[in-house]
Nanobody, 116 residues
Framework: VQLQASGGGLVQTGGSLRLSCVVS????????VSWYRQAPGKQRELVAE???????NYADSVKGRFTISRNHTKNTVSLQMNSLKPEDTAVYYC???????????WGQGTQVTVSS
């Protein structure tokens, strides 16, 4: 199983970006997939997650601005980020948890930079 994250970049305050994480797994539907972020000097934090059953959760700081979704045809989980703020600047990581075995893996990070 591999995770391939993409979609980061530089955007101005108030702008939007869409991150994508392709999960190369035969049984995509058993994975809980999340996006985490880590800003310089800070701990990695959960941004949003979508479980294998479709339940979604968001960090309070992104509620109403970010939307996570999964596409079972493309084995992809996307994070639509709107109304971006400078404090959203971080490296964003895709994370997948096999809900059957408990095994987990991380994708490579993608940089998101929001200029003020």
């Amino acid at each position: 199983v591999q995770l391939q994250a993409s979609g980061g970049g530089l955007v101005q305050t108030g702008g939007s970006l869409r991150l994508s994480c392709v999960v190369s797994a035969r049984m995509f539907n058993i994975y809980d997939v999340s996006w985490y972020r880590q800003a310089p000097g800070k701990q990695r934090e959960l941004v949003a997650e979508v479980t294998d059953t479709g339940t979604v959760n968001y960090a309070d700081s992104v509620k109403g601005r970010f939307t996570i979704s999964r596409n079972h045809t493309k084995n992809t989980v996307s994070l639509q980020m709107n109304s971006l703020k400078p404090e959203d600047t971080a490296v964003y990581y895709c994370h997948a948890l096999d809900s059957w075995s408990g095994s987990e893996l991380w994708g490579q990070g993608t940089q998101v930079t929001v200029s003020s």
